[in-house]
């Protein structure tokens, strides 16, 4: 899907290259950082010789720049790709995960990124993923699992839908072309998370 996306957007470029920069682009987000230099090696071996030019973000990395500016934050050249990071792994992706120690910036990676993309919306950019984000946020840890995806009323015998249902079905009724983004922001536990692999 990232390969022919990209090659689409730039017709001149080798299919090595877009290649690469597909593998690279959708995968290394998910690595920690020895494990990102392997597989750059890795890369490297499968396709000796091919020089990957950096991708100029231009007008979504001052985008990026610009919110973290409004939240009178730092630029940290790190954060920066990061979000940019997650920008990548979104338009391959349904479901994304953020994890890290807390204070780590996973919360302002994704706000910063609702608001790089709502900018550039409100610039006129002209790009399908550059549409205001509605974000929707819970804690899954401070509700109780029956809270969170619903439960049977042990005395009715009915069903009540929890807090995660009540949100997909606005966010999926909201018929606008805005992204819809439920964030579950909150440590992550073995019972919530298995359950909602399940869900």
């Known amino acids: 899907v990232m390969a022919g996306s990209l090659k689409r957007e730039n ?8 290649l690469i920069r597909a593998l690279r682009d959708s995968n290394l987000p998910k690595f920690l950082k020895d494990d990102a230099i392997l597989f750059q090696a890795i890369l490297s071996d499968l396709f000796p010789g091919v020089e990957i030019p950096e991708h100029d973000y231009g007008v979504l990395q001052a985008a990026i720049e610009r919110g973290f500016e409004e939240k009178g934050l730092q630029q940290v050249p790190a954060l920066i790709k990061k979000v940019i990071q997650l920008f990548e792994t979104m338009i391959v992706r349904h479901g994304v995960m953020l994890v890290g120690p807390t204070g780590g910036g996973k919360t302002t990676t994704y706000e910063v990124l609702a608001k790089a993309l709502g900018y550039l919306h409100d610039d006129g950019i002209v790009n399908s993923q550059y549409v205001p984000v509605q974000t929707f946020v819970l804690n899954p840890k401070s509700v109780s699992m029956g809270e969170l995806y619903g439960e049977v009323n042990k005395l009715t015998l009915e069903w009540k839908d929890g807090l995660m249902a009540l949100t997909v ?4 009724g909201d018929p606008s072309p805005n992204h819809k983004w439920i964030v579950c922001d909150g440590p992550v536990d073995a019972l919530w998370i298995e359950n909602m692999n399940t869900v």
Do not use: I, W, Y
């Open 169 to 172: 079905r606005v966010a999926v």
């Open 11 to 18: 017709p001149d470029k080798s299919e090595d290259v877009v």
